[in-house]
């Protein structure tokens, strides 16, 4: 999946979630309020009914909601975007007169799909099931929570600060909304105790699927009409470790080509033509894909790469970038820009843009709580804070020339 064509049901999917991850915060917001009003003794007797009836189960249920409805979705994502991959590789069937197979019929294909849909929705139910929440506890101590457990937890805290008195809720407070508010709602991995906000979780979850996806039609269309190389994508500001190494660029696939000498199919290459790491084609020199991709610390289409690979011919194939094309966008990206005195390449902007994102969106979400909560200073201090942010960075799209992603326009609006 390419960063500049986002999925739509993707990002619809996420959005549902964020929405989700605002309504849970406000729910939490209020019931800090509420509590906040109350006498001591009012406080803990209405806490109480607070820990254990409809606030809790309201959250468990707007989290289940959410689950049940994204998971039909990415089902359907997937079947879509294999359903579109296919028909692009039409072409190669008609070189090589050999029948097309299309995805009714493909039943290779259609097992794949559903093969990776489960993966990718057992690993989002898994996400979705194991939500938390960043809190701090009557120490002022940062801990993380699975969201039952959080959520009584912030309810007895609260009552207790009630009962040592306004000043000190009201301190505690502001310290618990924010911290709350900025770490958002967590997806926690129990075994290991990491956590991270949900919505990254879920956009790497769902990418991977899709990225997953992608290869595994690459390869096994590709064996249907007989590949033998393997053409990488190309986009601008590609990172560090794959603009020199597979952007843009082609490869050939040894262990394929051997077995197509052996079986005759390959008339035009020898052996002779063959070395360990590459081979030599009609004067020019091609890697082996395995070889290149094996060394990488990231390899191609995982962790956030927006690389794609393509399977294609030799010979048939030409490449799809130019190297003059390669060349000019290699130094546009190491050209890149300055920025509040510091210079950027454009890959290290399209951080810096993420970066600011995602403060927005935590500080976006700081505001909601903290409206809920009726704490006004924090939320002048966030609407503030959110301006300031907005105007970064439009300041950062205006000095680097970039883009901003349709998906984050939303972000941007006042």
């Not at 879509?80 to 290779?108: C, G, M, S, T, W």
């Amino acid at each position: 999946m390419s960063e500049e064509i986002e999925n739509v049901v993707l990002e619809r999917i996420l959005r549902r979630q964020e929405k989700a991850n605002e309504r849970i915060l406000k729910t939490i917001g209020e019931i800090l309020g509420e509590i906040g009003e109350m006498t001591p003794s009012e406080a803990y007797t209405i806490g109480q009914q607070l820990k254990y009836g409809e606030s809790l189960q309201k959250i468990v249920k707007i989290l289940s909601e959410t689950s049940n409805i994204s998971e039909v979705e990415i089902y359907k994502m997937l079947e879509a975007e294999a359903r579109k991959n296919l028909e692009l590789k039409r072409v190669y069937f008609e070189a090589k007169k050999i029948d097309f197979i299309p995805y009714e019929k493909n039943i290779a294909l259609q097992n794949k799909v559903r093969e990776i849909a489960i993966a990718t929705i057992n690993t989002y139910r898994n996400i979705s099931a194991t939500t938390g929440l960043t809190f701090l506890d009557l120490n002022g101590n940062k801990i993380t929570r699975g969201i039952g457990q959080a959520y009584n937890q912030i309810v007895d805290d609260a009552i207790f600060n009630v009962s040592t008195g306004k000043e000190t809720f009201y301190q505690a407070l502001k310290n618990q909304l924010q911290t709350i508010g900025q770490n958002g709602i967590q997806s926690i991995e129990y075994a290991s105790g990491r956590h991270r906000r949900i919505d990254s979780a879920l956009r790497m979850n769902l990418s991977d699927g899709l990225n997953q996806l992608a290869i595994a039609q690459q390869e096994i269309v590709g064996e249907q009409f007989g590949y033998n190389m393997v053409q990488i994508t190309h986009h601008e500001n590609a990172a560090p470790d794959h603009i020199d190494t597979v952007d843009g660029k082609q490869f050939v696939k040894l262990d394929i080509i051997r077995q197509q000498i052996a079986s005759g199919e390959e008339k035009e290459i020898k052996l002779k033509d063959i070395k360990e790491n590459g081979l030599t084609f009609r004067g020019k020199w091609y890697y082996d894909f395995n070889y290149i991709n094996d060394n990488l610390k990231r390899p191609v289409s995982t962790l956030n790469c927006y690389h794609q690979i393509f399977t294609a011919i030799l010979g048939v194939d030409r490449p799809l970038y130019t190297e003059e094309q390669l060349r000019k966008d290699k130094e546009a990206n190491e050209r890149g820009f300055n920025f509040e005195d510091k210079h950027y390449t454009l890959y290290e902007g399209t951080q810096l843009l993420r970066r600011t994102e995602l403060e927005l969106r935590k500080t976006r979400e700081t505001k909601i709580i903290a409206k809920a909560g009726g704490d006004t200073d924090l939320l002048n201090k966030m609407k503030q804070r959110e301006n300031a942010l907005i105007d970064k960075y439009y300041a950062i799209l205006k000095a680097s020339g970039l883009k901003s992603r349709i998906e984050r326009a939303r972000l941007l609006t006042k």
